[in-house]
């Protein structure tokens, strides 16, 4: 399907560990750059990780590097995150490129984005 879906999602305490999956069958999504984003309620949509189409570059934002890892696989991408804190709750959103094989930490580059899966981590 063109819109990706999102799986993986729920509660988890600090400290642990969720795999959140991004699926899609479409050539732009097994071709493109795939980047991850997450936002909570009345806060912007903010970059959390990207994968360029071929796997060979990522790009993380600051506060989750060393902790979360992308990856990517046919008609999956994976987004592993460790140690996670009460501040990554959010809604994490799965987006890829319609032309494009970079990871672009702006979401204006990503053309079509999935429904979201809620990631809640507890103290």
């Known amino acids: 399907q063109v819109q990706p879906v999102e799986s993986g999602g729920g509660l988890v305490q600090a400290g642990g560990s969720l795999r959140l999956a991004c699926a899609s069958s479409?050539?732009?999504?097994?071709?493109?750059?795939v980047g991850w984003f997450r936002q909570n309620p009345g806060n912007e949509r903010e970059f959390v990780a990207a994968i360029t189409g071929s796997a060979s570059d990522r790009r993380y934002a600051d506060s989750v590097r060393g902790r979360f890892t992308i990856s990517r696989q046919k008609d999956t991408v994976l987004l592993q995150m460790n140690n996670l804190r009460t501040e990554d709750t959010a809604l994490y959103y799965c987006?890829?490129?319609?032309?494009?094989?970079?990871?672009?930490?702006?979401?204006?580059?990503?053309?079509?984005w999935g429904q979201g899966t809620q990631v809640t981590v507890s103290p």
């Open positions: 987006a890829y490129r319609e032309l494009g094989g970079a990871a672009m930490t702006e979401s204006q580059y990503y053309k079509y």
């Open positions: 479409t050539v732009a999504f097994n071709n493109n750059g």
